[in-house]
């Protein structure tokens, strides 16, 4: 549950869609294909990824063949229902960071302070302290982490009830067939280059023997007219 910022800024596509918010912010849609990024996306299984560099405008890179399977996915009352998603995020995390993690540190940044002053030799109370903010900094990030994904429960239910759940289930099929394919496709294209690799390794075998065996046939046949002259003489 987090959009990209570097990939927002790495783009140079120009999007196939652009999608205007009531609000006035947009969601460009781009085929994921053209970017730098495709591959690595693909390999940790991600064929779509919302990307922002100011958390109110959005590009949404997606897989082209995906695009065209489930194109229903990515309308702009779906995406405006995502992007509600990530304001509701961005909106946790600063909460998180503002009126939880600040404060925990204040208060452990003062008390480091009164203690080391009022009383010099009990370092101990400190290391009490920190490992009572680390716990509970640990346990608002666990909070905040079950937050977060009742959010995009959330979110997801609302996309369901908005295109229709039996509806849904048929976009959601076409999806895993579509990536199932593609893996199998991807793994069939990687034997096929062992494949090719292997083969043209054995050809390079054979043609270092078969220049081998010309070199010493030559050889040979010098020898033979070496002898012969020396006989003759």
């Not at 600040?102 to 003062?110: A, E, H, K, Q, T």
């Not at 009990?122 to 009490?128: E, S």
């Not at 959601?172 to 390794?201: G, P, T």
Request: aromatic letters at 12%.
């Amino acid at each position: 549950m987090k959009y990209n910022e570097k990939q927002f800024y790495q783009s140079k596509t120009e999007p196939f869609e652009t999608q205007e918010m009531d609000n006035g912010q947009k969601i460009e849609l781009h085929y994921m294909n053209d970017e730098p990024f495709y591959m690595e996306n693909i390999n940790k299984s991600r064929f779509l990824a919302w990307a922002s560099g100011d958390g109110k405008n959005y590009k949404l890179f997606i897989d082209k063949g995906l695009y065209e399977e489930t194109s229903e996915l990515y309308s702009k009352d779906v995406n405006g229902i995502w992007m509600n998603f990530w304001a509701r995020i961005d909106k946790m995390r600063k909460n998180y960071i503002f009126f939880i993690m600040l404060p925990m540190l204040l208060v452990f940044l003062i008390a480091f302070i009164l203690i080391s002053i009022l009383l010099p030799n009990t370092m101990w109370v400190l290391i009490v302290a920190l490992v009572v903010v680390l716990f509970a900094s640990l346990v608002a990030s666990s909070m905040l982490s079950r937050k977060m994904q009742m959010a995009n429960i959330m979110a997801a239910n609302e996309v369901r009830d908005k295109i229709g759940i039996e509806h849904f289930k048929e976009i959601v099929a076409k999806q895993d067939a579509y990536i199932e394919k593609y893996y199998q496709d991807l793994q069939a294209k990687y034997e096929e280059e062992d494949r090719i690799a292997a083969e043209e390794e054995n050809l390079d075998g054979i043609e270092a023997i078969e220049n081998d065996d010309d070199s010493n046939l030559e050889a040979n046949e010098e020898t033979a007219e070496e002898n012969i002259e020396k006989e003759e003489k």
